[in-house]
């Protein structure tokens, strides 16, 4: 027998589920099943379930990597070890909220479009980044050009992409009768509960328009606002977590103590009670997650290029530099928090000394590269968004400025030493192509500007800050220029 957290016996000292897992049923189908999602989603409902009697289960849900995850997590009884990771400590707790683990190699697309389409499902979540959503960034709504959705257009009952299975199963509901349920994106991005419904409204519209029609009068798409440090396991936190633990759990996953949920109570067809653990329910989501996308993810991306550029590989490492951590700061508090409106009492210095206190955790080895994924989807809510308030009032945005041209040069593929970088995102060939053409020269600025199809390419004074700041990083390099700042 192979030994694992399900069948073999683990330090006493680790916390275990409290509750009878067996009272579990699938009411909630998890698309993208993460390091993210298993450290947020997931413990928030297994410390609801330890604190009320309720049936609320997740089955999760990997569509495209992830097959070798779901298959370890099948083994040892969907149970996995959480390690909160604080300065001085960590934490571990074995967490039993996921009953069930899918993966079209395992269960075939059918087999996950009936888990879905069963009655009892009320909820569909979704940490999928925001290139799962196949929207077009010019306009907002359904890329149809997208291969994925071309793809699922031609073979819409056979579907690959996550809107795809959505809109499928939700046809599978309507047909039979069954009773809506809700869409609740978990990502971060920008009004994910309408992003969500745009793609899926989208997509359905083009396959029936009564089905459309359908969703959009009875299917609810909550916003959140998700927030928790959680670094890529690597093979030094499982080995670190199997050593307190007792036994290798190689679905383990590190993070910080801090997490948040803030969630639009929005729900079609009923929702847990995540309240009593922690989450918080309200009519506007749109202030909180606005705040958490400028001020902390924002600044995250502002550190992961150009730390990374400088040569650090965690973020922990990056603030360890003062005239990074100083930079940051201000960056949060004279360019970031200005742009925001918040409810009466929300204290912003509080909450940007608490970040630059989550930043500087040496015990996360959160990683810069990994932070710098698929800059081209998450910059414009990120820094485009606020660059654009401080155009329009005449205000400070230099930082901002430096941030995005830390980006550009990230995206050339060499970093300062002319090492390879390995570059991820779904633009990635239109950067090559650009940096071919142009090199490392002013002249990519208008260009990648352009593949983003921002509208901030008009405004001479945007492209000039940017140009500057590029110039700068040529110059001088990541360090000297964020210490000149």
């Not at 819409?156 to 047909?175: D, F, H, N, Q």
Request: some cysteine; proline content about 4%; overall charge negative.
């Amino acid at each position: 027998m192979i030994c694992n957290i399900a069948n073999c016996k683990i330090n006493p000292a680790v916390s275990l589920p409290s509750y009878d897992r067996n009272r579990l049923i699938t009411r909630i189908v998890h698309l993208g099943c993460g390091a993210f999602h298993r450290a947020h989603q997931a413990v928030f409902t297994h410390h609801m379930l330890e604190k009320t009697d309720s049936d609320w289960g997740i089955c999760e849900v990997s569509l495209f990597s992830g097959h070798t995850l779901i298959q370890q997590l099948k083994d040892q009884d969907c149970l996995c070890t959480i390690g909160e990771k604080g300065s001085e400590k960590t934490e571990l707790k074995v967490i039993g909220s996921m009953i069930d683990a899918l993966h079209p190699e395992l269960v075939g697309q059918q087999g996950i479009l009936e888990i879905i389409a069963q009655p009892q499902v009320a909820i569909v979540s979704l940490t999928i980044t925001e290139k799962g959503y196949c929207i077009d960034a010019a306009n907002g709504k359904l890329d149809v050009n997208n291969l994925l959705i071309q793809r699922d257009l031609a073979n819409p009952t056979a579907p690959t992409s996550a809107i795809g299975y959505i809109v499928e199963a939700l046809r599978l509901r309507y047909e039979r009768g069954l009773s809506p349920l809700s869409v609740m994106s978990c990502d971060n991005v920008k009004e994910n509960g309408n992003v969500a419904r745009d793609a899926v409204v989208g997509f359905a519209r083009l396959r029936d328009e009564k089905l459309a029609q359908w969703i959009e009068l009875n299917v609810t798409f909550p916003c959140t606002m998700v927030d928790r440090i959680v670094p890529a396991a690597t093979s030094e936190s499982l080995g670190e977590i199997a050593e307190q633990l007792g036994v290798y759990d190689p679905c383990a996953i590190t993070c910080e103590p801090f997490r948040q949920w803030v969630i639009e109570d929005n729900f079609a067809n009923g929702r847990p009670n995540w309240d009593v653990a922690g989450a918080q329910f309200v009519k506007d989501v749109a202030p909180f997650e606005t705040m958490k996308l400028r001020m902390l993810n924002g600044s995250h991306s502002f550190l992961a290029y150009l730390g990374y550029l400088a040569g650090y590989a965690h973020i922990a490492d990056t603030m360890a530099n003062a005239d990074y951590r100083r930079v940051v700061l201000d960056l949060m508090l004279k360019e970031q928090a200005p742009t925001l409106t918040m409810p009466v009492g929300t204290d912003l210095s509080r909450y940007a000394h608490l970040l630059i206190e989550r930043f500087s955790n040496p015990s996360l080895k959160h990683q810069t590269w990994q932070i710098a994924m698929d800059g081209s989807q998450k910059l414009p809510q990120r820094m485009f968004d606020s660059m654009a308030y401080h155009l329009a009032n005449g205000s400070d945005y230099r930082r901002l400025a430096l941030g995005i041209a830390g980006w550009m040069r990230y995206v050339s593929s060499k970093d300062e030493q002319g090492k390879l970088i390995d570059v991820r995102d779904p633009l990635v060939e239109q950067f090559k192509s650009i940096y071919q053409k142009y090199g490392l020269s002013i002249d990519v600025v208008p260009a990648l500007l352009a593949v983003l199809g921002n509208p901030l390419l008009a405004n001479p004074h945007f492209v000039q800050a940017i140009t500057e700041a590029y110039q700068r990083l040529l110059d001088c390099g990541a360090r000297r220029t964020v210490a000149a700042l």
